[in-house]
């Protein structure tokens, strides 16, 4: 390996990747009986947040009084959220082992940064809607409940993609 | 051994963090290593130019799929301590409709958006914000939309159950539909993406030829193959019961619930528990708590119940109730519980509850509209509370408690053709 080279290096085979991760997804059910996820520490760290803005508010909500629990331990100290916190620096290792750190915006060819920026925006906003409303997202749901056989999470998975295929024609200027 | 460590208890909440902080590096450097970090290269599947979105996610599921099932078949990890999220179908198939469509708009999912952020795109920092504004605005909504969000609701619920089939059977056709899904993929890159064929790919180079996704896809249609042929994979479990913890809960009565908590969950709609009728079929029949469902001593076993999920039993014998506890403690259950009173202790809290002296008005109202919603009266005195009493108490108490023996002249008593339309509904 050149040590001097900066460029970045190719990605891994994806079934390789993907084998990779299956073992971390395995060895999640081992230690803990239960999968990976992503989306539930984003709504425990907003109740929490809402929480210190709005006390009231929070505990009258019914979602982020789900999240809060009984009040003697801070929904931070949660699975997901830590579960999460290791994701950033597990992805940020592996870009920096693979020089791929960048401070860039990615997009499509044929639009500017700021658009992308919105739709980008616009995505999360409608991803975590389609979270809450299924229970989990493409981690906690479509990649662990499709280990572990479970039915919602095999409807959840061709729900995905055909919303995505469906998608995919009236927003092909964002991406082709 | 026994696994999850988690769930038996070879570790505790604390360490569970330190174990998500690390199980969380491994999952991100993955995901960092596919190229999940950047938009296009996601966006790209729907697109049909570059599958490496369905291949990476389906080599995932399969891995851990068949690798939770040997290690479940041969005894290491009891499947059924893994926590499966219910299903709730028609909520499940709006959200993942949504998610597919944020998908392509924003060009990431929660996950990937968060190595995204990591490795410094910005467009990922803007997504992380946006599923934040999500929170906000679907909690505000959540309180109008209880209905929707809980209908259709399953229970946890595996391919397998529903559809009655092994689950062995059913890990070999998903890793036999993951391989075909690989060669779909491959032909499509080819056909769409205008790549050129990988000279390493593994549908590419010659037959004879040893690569290392060869021998991955070699390992994992022989794993499928077992899976086949070995049967069920909760089989063959060891459990050890904790004897001091089990007497402990039994005296300081942390084992039983009180109907009117069963009747607040009911009311809530509530999915995660089971309420299990133990009395014969024909006094189930007669009249039953709403949800329950019944399964007679002898059926009582991990193929009708799931072992990580809340389990209330109830019968009109408080000892059978009892026995059936046990007996699904030394299953290896973990979460059983009695209904306090058994089917007497519905009837008399919740169907036909008693205003006590020192009770306050408003508290009783809210009994009387709970007795009242499950088909029930309230009582104001006592007196009459013997006549009720006795009757269940009877040889054959199903009758009775089927239909009630009203109170001669219950105070604002609802008419007799309202209460019975109402318990039909149960």
Redesign the interface.
Known sequence: MNSSDHSPKP??????????????????????????G??GA??S???TV?HAIAPAHATN????ANYLGDGTQSPL?D?????????????????AL?N?????????PRIS?GS??I??????????????????????????????????????????????????YF??K??? | MNAPFYSFGLFGDQASLVVAFIIGIGFGFFLERAGFGVSPNLAAQFYLRDMRVLKVMFTAIITAMTGLYLLSRIGFVDLSQVYLVPTFLVPQIVGGLLLGIGFVIGGYCPGTSCVSAATGRVDGIVYVAGMFAGVMVYAEAYPHMLGFVHMTSMGQITLARLWDLPYGLLVFAVVLMALGAFVVAEWTEKKFGGMEPDPKGWLSVRPWRVTPVRVLVLGLLAAGFVALAAGSPYRGNHVTIDTKDLALRAGTGADTIQPTDIADWIVQDRNDYTLVDLRAAKDFDAYHIPGAQNLPMTSLSANSLARNQKIVLYSSDSTQAAKALFLLETQGFKSVYLLNGGIQGWHDTVLFPVKSPGMDAAAFEKLALVAKYFGGAPRETSASTSAALAAPMAPTPAPTVAAPVMPAAPAGGIPAAQHKKKREGC
Do not use: D, H
Request: charged share 5%; glycine share 16%.
């Open positions: 990605y891994w085979n994806p079934y390789l990747s993907g084998f990779g991760l299956g073992l971390v997804l395995l060895s999640a059910f081992v230690i803990m009986g239960r999968g990976l992503a989306s984003f709504t760290v907003t109740a809402m909500n019914a979602l982020y100290l699975w997901l959220v830590f579960e999460v916190l290791g994701v950033l620096v597990g992805g940020f290792l592996s870009a693979a791929r750190l960048k401070f860039a915006v990615e997009k499509g940064s992308r920026l739709f980008a925006f616009v995505g999360g906003v409608i991803m975590m809607i389609g979270a809450l409303f299924a229970l989990g997202c493409t981690s906690g749901q479509a990649l662990t409940g499709g280990a572990l056989l479970n039915a919602g999470s095999w409807v959840f998975m061709m729900c995905v993609f055909g919303g995505g295929y469906a998608a995919a927003f092909r964002l991406w082709l």
